[in-house]
């Protein structure tokens, strides 16, 4: 038993020599890979801005203990909110790499240079600084679709497993299927959320800005009335 624990030991010290000196410890958040689906009309309410960004360069900093990423992004088309076509802007991630030490966060959105998303964006602080809305589950990569030559939206592959929702007295007021009774009580009708990964995965994007568009206006009035 003592012989082969001491020939592990030696196995393990032999794997970390041979490691190159500029590896990367990249530990993982694996919690964050199983989140509760977001509905559509929830993702919409909870955004500042949504639109088709190009990512550039990207910076990582430590903060409060934790790695995240600064990705400079440029605005293609504004879809909803105060941002517009032509505008550059910074979205702030968890993880990235600092140096030798790196730290990886499933169920981030992920950022490509040159590679265009629709994203779902809320302030995060002055000077055009934001973060994704529901995490991964705000940003739709777009694929050119050879047959219609149509920019279609898909779903991201960060998202990890999702849960279904169970169905809140919020997501039927949304769909106009609530009730008021006497003594302040609500009575709900039976209503299935409406996902945002169904609304938005694999659709063209010009038919998905369009319906984006109506419902930010929709729950979102004070904004809308402030243009």
Known sequence: MVSTRRACSRALVALALALPAAAVLVPSDATASVSIAVGFELLVKDADAVAVLTPGEQTSVWEDGRIYTYTRVHVDRGVAGDIGA????????????????????????????????????????????????????????????EATKQQRLIRSTAVGMLLPPKPSVADAAASGATKPQSAGVVVTDAVKTRLAQDVLHDRPLDEVAREIATTWTRLHPAASKAK
């Not at 979205?91 to 730290?103: H, P």
């Not at 240079?113 to 995060?124: I, Q, Y």
């Open 86 to 145: 032509g505008a550059d802007g910074w979205v702030r991630t968890m993880g990235g790499v600092v140096g030798k030490v790196g730290q990886l966060v499933d169920g981030e959105p992920v950022f490509v240079r040159d590679k265009a998303s629709l994203v779902f964006m809320r302030k995060f602080k002055a000077g055009g600084v934001y973060e994704v809305s529901a995490r991964a589950q705000g940003q739709y990569p777009l694929k050119l679709d």
